[in-house]
């Protein structure tokens, strides 16, 4: 074998026989989907909502630490970049949530065909800026 590429490619197939396998092209060839995108989406709200339980939990921790520890955290929370996290976290929020019934339509066996799967995507985005600014024109005007 000339080539690393060329070992990679022999593979075994359910016999044990030897065969010539593609190699699995790069994301630069591959049209990202709307399944694809949601799911990678999912996965990485999934985790910044993980990151920001913990920085509730300081939140908390905090609030029962006393007045100047809280007035620490709550003065870091009210700074344009604490604003900025809080919102990104409220966006992770809702958009696992309305992901999640996503799902739960698709566990109960609907949605599956690719039109149903388009609209519910998108419709999930949509749901997403939506909660999220509703949440904030909320927030600050109780602010």
């Given at each position: 074998m000339s080539d690393v590429r060329e070992a990679?490619?022999?593979g075994r197939n359910s016999?044990?026989?030897?065969?010539?396998?593609?190699?699995?092209?790069h994301l630069q060839v591959y049209k990202l989907e709307?399944?694809?995108?949601?799911?990678?989406?999912h996965r990485g709200t999934g985790?910044?909502?993980g990151a920001g339980t913990l920085l509730l939990t300081a939140w908390l921790v905090c609030a029962a630490a006393g007045d100047s520890a809280f007035s620490v955290i709550q003065s870091l929370f009210a700074t344009w970049v604490g604003i900025l996290v809080l919102i990104g976290f409220t966006v992770a929020l809702f958009y696992h949530f309305c992901n999640g019934i996503r799902h739960l339509m698709w566990d109960a066996g609907r949605g599956f065909e690719l039109p149903d799967?388009?609209?519910?995507g998108k419709s999930v985005f949509v749901a997403t800026v939506v909660?999220?600014?509703v949440f904030w024109v909320i927030a600050f005007l109780v602010w």
């Open positions: 990679l490619m022999v016999e044990g026989r030897l065969v010539r396998r593609p190699l699995s092209p709307m399944s694809s995108v949601t799911s990678v989406f985790i910044a909502l799967m388009h609209r519910s909660l999220t600014v």
